[in-house]
């Protein structure tokens, strides 16, 4: 089983940064994507940031200008570094990841989420 732990979420005030990480553990093959997701209370789970290995790293216009994904070599951990926090970046965080198990079953995984939180 393919496990994602979420960490770093806090509370902040506007204009000041946050890196978030998630550490992936399991029988893993391969993975193919990674990525941030985020909900507000009320609010769908809305993309932040995906890394496709091999096919390009994409941002929500919302964060493209503010917010930078990247991963580890081993693609065991993915982080978020937020610059530039606003109060509608309040949400919580949540990391996913895709690709193979050892036993060549696919896996599309979610961790438990992170809160952040911004004050104005």
């Known amino acids: 089983q393919v496990q994602l732990k979420e960490s770093g979420g806090a509370l902040v005030q506007a204009g000041e940064s946050l890196r978030l990480s998630c550490m992936v553990t399991?029988?893993?093959?391969?993975?193919?994507?990674m990525g941030w997701y985020r909900q507000a209370p009320g609010q769908t789970r809305d993309m932040v940031a995906e890394?496709?290995?091999?096919?390009?790293?994409y941002y929500a216009d919302s964060t493209k200008d503010r917010f930078t994904v990247f991963a580890n070599d081993a693609k065991n951990g993915l982080f978020l570094q937020m610059n530039s926090l606003k109060p509608e970046d309040t949400a919580v965080y949540y990391c996913?990841?895709?690709?193979?198990?050892?036993?060549?079953?696919?896996?599309?995984?979610w961790g438990r989420g992170t809160q952040v939180a911004v004050t104005a």
């Open positions: 399991g029988e893993i093959a391969s993975v193919r994507q």
């Open positions: 890394i496709h290995f091999g096919g390009g790293t």
């Open positions: 996913n990841a895709r690709g193979l198990m050892a036993a060549v079953s696919p896996f599309n995984s």
